[in-house]
């Protein structure tokens, strides 16, 4: 058996508090007090000897890259840039002869996870990076830091689930999780209009998704061919040339569809031709005098502004959802003196603000979906999930690149705080990303595979549903339908857990990615076949029980079709074999 690891505090008179627990998994926090400024270490973990080290380098389009550190050297990763997740993950797995340890810091800005060799182990030492993120208290002030998360497990994967299974306890469950359309990759700003949108929206409703959300493009100067990017900011601001009608209009016209409404805002951004920064110049973070294009949420004014903004469209509009992006690198933050906050610690203020607004939102609206975006995956982090529904994977979500994600997600997080649409239908250019449903060139099975892919957590189409392929039309409302019978109860409570090696994009990596979707005694168990790749070789689900039988049933055309009943010994030795195609979706359940 495992001991639990301990965190042990950085700073001198730190004191370290146990959060949570659970059976392989703890989560700790230091507390810090007194006058002055310290640099933002958190504390450091002793572990056996380590025979591998490993993590994930991150950027756009490349999110969870893997990475192998020395176990026989110091090594480490870390971020400077502001988000998370840009430049690298903060999660750290460590592989010993007696088990496996995942590692993680609940932090959306800057941060360091540092290993360095000892006599007769490994030392973890984890900490806020110090730029734009020191400590600095007043007398007798006290500064919890962002806690630590470690799980650990006879394997990585069994580690990994363990944090997953854990993390999903530090945030209620929130609102359902309901199915989206979204019109962002299909037409961005330059083709979206009321017109279109609702058209879209009425044939996402028959295909029974629940909500159709209004991505970016709303908002801004009343002109056509306004960019968005540059428009950030002026929230209280319609494109009237795209919405000549307003927003209430559209949205009560999306419910008469009989589907939901969601809006996406970039609440923290300020655009280069956005008039909010002349308007309400108090609020915006500056380095040196110079604006840094966000909202400073070290500052309660920009906290008020930020709420105002967010609330506001919610009550207009009554949203069931809201994506919230944020598509800069904030740096080491704001350095302004009129903040409340120095010139030394304005990102972590800023985060610290960003924290408590999520909060304020989340109660008060409680069945509004929060779900957080950074230029995609750039701001993916345990901080920032527990203060949100759900958190975007990537941009980009060809299928080979989403497997690629997912398999390093899941080792973080619950599923239902992950999303990433099935391969969408972009207009701008990108080498792998292309593909047309309207037309004859893509086959139903390639079809089902870019679908199945995505069903493993929440669900949500980018696609000009008004064009797609009649034939393609009824399966993916197959698809819908198999997702809110079957798998979105798993996906509410369960764990995904990588079953094979991870592939990688450009035809690397494994080539035959398997995923096992566990919630209690129900276990969805998909496989996929990516280029180049042979015939279907076994997959092997894990965690049944050997002595018990599981009915097996292939999830095919919107129904289960029963295929066998088998012992949990034979299912993890013997393991599923498909015979055609190139994804496949078995449920396991334990018989009576």
């Known amino acids: 058996m495992i001991e639990t690891p301990e965190l042990i505090p950085a700073l001198p008179g730190a004191d370290v508090g146990l959060v949570r627990q659970s059976a392989e998994a703890a989560t700790y926090a230091v507390t810090v007090t007194g006058a002055g400024e310290r640099d933002p270490q958190v504390g450091s973990i002793v572990l056996p000897r380590a025979t591998s080290i490993d993590g994930f380098t991150s950027g756009w389009g490349l999110e969870y890259q893997p990475v192998a550190l020395p176990v026989d050297e110091p090594a480490g990763l870390e971020v400077t840039t502001g988000r998370s997740t840009q430049g690298a993950v903060p999660w750290l797995a460590i592989e010993t002869e007696g088990g496996a340890y995942v590692v993680t810091l609940h932090w959306s800005g800057n941060w360091r996870i540092a290993s360095t060799p000892t006599d007769d182990g490994v030392q973890i030492d984890v900490a806020l990076h110090p730029d734009g993120q020191r400590i600095v208290l007043a007398d007798g002030e006290t500064f919890t830091l962002p806690g630590v998360s470690i799980a650990w497990g006879e ?230 999930a527990a203060h949100v529904d759900a958190l975007f994977l990537s941009d980009p979500d060809w299928t080979e690149h989403h497997l690629t994600c997912l398999w390093g997600a899941a080792q973080l997080l619950p599923p239902r705080q992950l999303l990433h649409w099935p391969q969408s239908e972009w207009r701008g250019e990108h080498r792998f990303q292309k593909v047309d449903y309207s037309g004859t060139l893509i086959t139903p099975a390639q079809f089902d595979t870019k679908m199945r892919a995505a069903l493993l957590h929440r669900f949500g189409v980018s696609v000009r549903l008004t064009e797609m392929r009649p034939e393609l039309l009824r399966r993916l409302r197959d698809h819908v339908d198999s997702y809110r019978s079957v798998i979105r109860p798993l996906v509410e409570t369960g764990v995904l857990i990588p079953l094979t090696e991870q592939p990688l994009r450009e035809e690397k990596g494994w080539r035959q990615p398997a995923y096992q979707l566990t919630a209690d005694d129900r276990h969805l168990v998909a496989g996929f076949r990516l280029h180049p790749t042979g015939g279907w070789e076994p997959v092997r689900p894990v965690g049944l029980d050997p002595m018990a039988t599981y009915a097996v049933d292939v999830l095919e055309d919107g129904e289960l079709q029963r295929a066998e009943r088998r012992t949990g010994k034979d299912l993890a030795e013997a393991g599923l074999v498909a015979t055609a195609g190139t994804s496949i979706l078995w449920l396991l359940s334990r018989a009576e």
């Open 155 to 384: 394997t990585r994967a069994s580690a990994s689930a363990a944090l997953a299974r854990h993390l999903a306890e530090q945030v209620p469950a929130g609102p359902p999780l309901l199915t989206e359309w979204n019109h962002w990759w299909p037409y961005e700003d330059a083709e979206i209009s009321e017109d279109v949108f609702l058209a879209n929206a009425a044939v996402a409703a028959d295909l029974g998704l629940e909500v159709a959300l209004l991505d970016a493009g709303w908002f801004g100067r009343p002109e056509a061919d306004s960019q968005w990017f540059a428009e950030r900011g002026d929230w209280h601001k319609v494109n009237a040339a795209r919405f000549p009608h307003g927003l209430a209009w559209l949205a009560d016209q999306t419910r008469a569809l009989g589907i939901e409404f969601g809006i996406w805002i970039e609440a923290e951004a300020i655009g280069a031709r956005a008039s909010i920064a002349g308007e309400r110049p108090e609020v915006v973070a500056t380095d040196a005098g110079s604006s840094l294009g966000y909202v400073c949420l070290g500052s309660p004014a920009g906290q008020e502004h930020v709420f105002a903004s967010v609330s506001g469209l919610i009550e207009t509009t009554g949203a069931r959802w809201i994506k919230w992006d944020f598509n800069l690198d904030p740096g080491s933050g704001c350095t302004r003196d009129d903040h409340g906050h120095g010139s030394q610690d304005g990102l972590l203020r800023h985060y610290l603000g960003l924290y408590d607004v999520l909060d304020r939102l989340r109660a008060a609206y409680p069945e509004t979906v929060l779900e957080a975006c950074s230029s995609g995956g750039l701001r993916i982090d345990a901080g920032l």
